[in-house]
């Protein structure tokens, strides 16, 4: 079974700074990717997703991610946070022909102070 | 509503007593999921649901946990003889089809708590 980890549980930001949250999944077949994210007080709600095609995707809100295949990462970055990204983002896969069943990380907690 | 929505929002209740979540799905959506969450953990999948198909209830923790789906529409989790330790918020989520490349859509979940 895959496992997604995150390694940034919490990240504390001040406002203009650079983001990089780390994705790491074990699974050696085709995966889809995705970031979510919960502000405070919200639903969970998508971020970006990769599933096929440029491995550089983009999102709402200037956030980008990156699929490395040969380190098996996708990681989440912004040139620039601000005080309304804090939020608690969370990494998940489903991996093509496999099980509909997305495994999720644990998540990270941003905070960015203005 | 266009969103997936759940009730209650909150719950509180006693060990040992039963209790059941509702989620609605956004319409049109074939696949349902349910998920529990622990404070400061991931999402734990418990059960999942794709049209008229059997479910899948791998993820389900023991026998006290059970759902229901009818047809593509309503669903129900249930809890019997709840116990401390099934404090958590449960969120349900529904996509599109049963693709793995589609996006979940959340609702705003049903907060647990068990005294």
């Known amino acids: 079974a895959q496992s997604v980890s995150q390694h940034n549980h919490h990240v504390i930001l001040s406002e203009a700074a650079s983001l990089e949250l780390g994705c790491n999944y074990s699974y050696g077949g085709t995966v889809n990717l995705f970031w979510y994210v919960q502000y405070p007080g919200q639903h969970l709600q998508l971020l970006l997703k990769y599933f096929s095609g440029d491995p550089l995707v983009k999102g709402i809100k200037g956030f980008e991610a990156e699929f490395i295949k040969s380190k098996f990462s996708f990681n989440l970055r912004k040139p620039s946070v601000q005080w309304s990204d804090t939020a608690e983002y969370f990494c998940?896969?489903?991996?093509?022909?496999?099980?509909?069943?997305?495994?999720f990380g644990r998540g990270t907690s941003l905070i960015v102070h203005p | 509503g266009a969103g997936v929505s759940q009730s209650p929002s909150n719950k509180v209740t006693e060990k040992g007593k039963d209790v059941e979540l509702r989620c609605d799905p956004i319409s049109g959506h074939t696949a349902l999921y349910w998920y529990r969450q622990r404070l400061g953990q991931g999402l734990e999948f418990l059960i999942y649901f794709q049209g008229n198909s059997a479910p899948d209830k791998s993820g389900l923790p023991s026998d006290r946990f059970s759902a229901e789906r009818t047809g593509e529409s309503v669903s129900t989790l249930t809890i019997q003889r709840t116990q401390q330790e099934d404090s958590a918020v449960y969120l349900c989520?529904?996509?599109?089809?049963?693709?793995?490349?589609?996006?979940?859509?959340f609702g705003p979940g049903t907060r647990l708590t068990v005294l």
């Open positions: 998940a896969v489903t991996t093509s022909g496999g099980s509909y069943i997305p495994t």
């Open positions: 989520a529904s996509t599109l089809s049963g693709r793995t490349y589609n996006e979940q859509f």
